[in-house]
């Protein structure tokens, strides 16, 4: 198994990996924690890509980080190993829009705090690109409602994702 930890808006990998550990997640031996793609000036860490109200234009702004964390996905799943993707909020964003785009097969999706902005179904079906979505809310998180993952949860299991 690979897991791939997509950390949240302001963290860095190593804060993630840390809160990990310390909460006792247990790594897998293959875990890769990919760094957001632009520098953050208000929390210091950095970010997928930037926060908006309106969900269309986040949805927009969240393709760039999709495609690039896809490749990665791609370039990791060529020994048919299977692979995870574990998300806190931004992260989770990503994670829950790669699932539902379907072009690149995961086994597992893991989010905490997360949502998916403005989702469209698309265009081939998935349910062999992802068996399971674990969507976990937190109200820790001020930007991310329950509300908001309980939508999100919904849209997937209408989409007839397995295991939601």
Known sequence: ??????????STP??????LLKAGYNLPQHSIFPSGT??????GG?????????DEDMRSSLLDPVSQIEQLVSKNSTDHRQIELVGYS????????????????????????????????????RSTFCTSIEMFSSA?????????VKNSSLYFRSEKFPNV
């Open 46 to 54: 950095r970010r997928w890509f930037p926060l908006s109200q309106n």
């Open 90 to 125: 931004q992260g989770g964003m990503i994670a829950l829009e790669i699932a539902n785009r379907g072009l690149v097969r995961i086994d597992k999706v893991i989010t905490y705090a997360s949502y998916l902005p403005a989702p469209t179904p698309p265009q081939k079906s």
């Open 38 to 43: 632009e520098e953050d000036h208000l929390f």
């Open 14 to 19: 190593d804060s993630f990996r840390s809160k």
């Open 1 to 10: 198994m690979t897991s791939i930890f997509l950390h949240g808006y302001g």
């Open 140 to 148: 820790g998180d001020f930007f991310i409602s329950n509300s908001k």
